[in-house]
């Protein structure tokens, strides 16, 4: 059975919302000699930032796969593709933030980066669980929820704010 995980949703607001906040002033306090390409820049760079937010995770029957947009591609994310038969372990590792990130660890020692911003996720590691026959029910999101919210909850709070001093 096929199933695709999207980046989540919160991850995905988070991003283009600070982007915005830190970025809709811009073309408003540039000169008018700019005023043109710092429009065009920002639509570009929200281009961007909507685009590499759209990374998705496929599970199937024999094989689990990432796949990125090709702006992605352009800054070096890769997609990659493994068959649960070929997962020998999957390793934790302590990041500098105090939380823990996991390793496909393949039997080629290939070691791939298991998504944690992924929608569903109680379902993905579940299937992980079923494929690969490991006890992984300590793998979380590799920062909390409401980590996420609270950046987009202050980015709409900036974005509010900016368009009160502009308006006023």
Sequence with gaps: MNEKFKTLFFVKSSLISLYLALTI??????????????????????FLIINITNDCVNTCDNKVSYETSFISKIFGKKNWEIFWKDIK?????????????????????????????????????????????????EITYISPLWTYKLLTALSILMIIGEIIAFVI
């Design 25 to 46: 002033p811009i073309p408003f306090i540039s000169s008018e000699k700019l005023k043109i390409l710092s429009i065009i820049t920002f639509v570009f760079g929200l």
């Design 89 to 137: 372990l999957i390793k934790s590792l302590p990041t500098s933030q105090g939380s823990k990130v996991y390793y496909f660890i393949t039997n080629k020692n290939e070691s791939f980066l298991v998504p944690q911003r992924v929608e569903n996720f109680e379902r993905f590691v579940s299937i992980i669980k079923n494929k690969t026959k490991q006890n992984i029910m």
